[in-house]
């Protein structure tokens, strides 16, 4: 979470577009809530102004200049992988960069091509 905060330039975990929550304590383990990258995202499907586009290959790429901050994609996501920036009241949505996987410490994050061509830079 701070790796991936910290490419966006914000410290600490506020600007993060991945969350690692407790599954019931230290025994149980964390869940890390990350954008799985639908094929058809519900968070795009309800975005009144398009600010959410299908990404080719799966997922979305975030349009902030067309985001009125509704909160629509925050609801739809069936994970819980879209994040809110309470300042800028936008989401705050994966952008497929790897980051966190090359920062992860136990390599519980991998970054893999899994059968499409995306670029990361987008």
Known sequence: MFACARRAGVGG????RIGV??????????IVVV????AEPPCARVCPTDALALREGGGVRFHPE????CGNC???CPFGAVSWDPVETKPLVC???G???SYCPYDVLAFDEVGRNVDASE
């Open 13 to 16: 975990t506020a600007g993060s």
């Open 21 to 30: 929550r407790s599954a019931g304590g230290m025994r149980k383990g964390f």
């Open 74 to 76: 925050r609801d739809a």
């Open 66 to 69: 067309l985001c009125v901050g």
């Open 99 to 101: 980051v966190c996987a």
């Open 95 to 97: 952008v497929y960069c």
């Open 35 to 38: 954008c799985r990258g639908c």
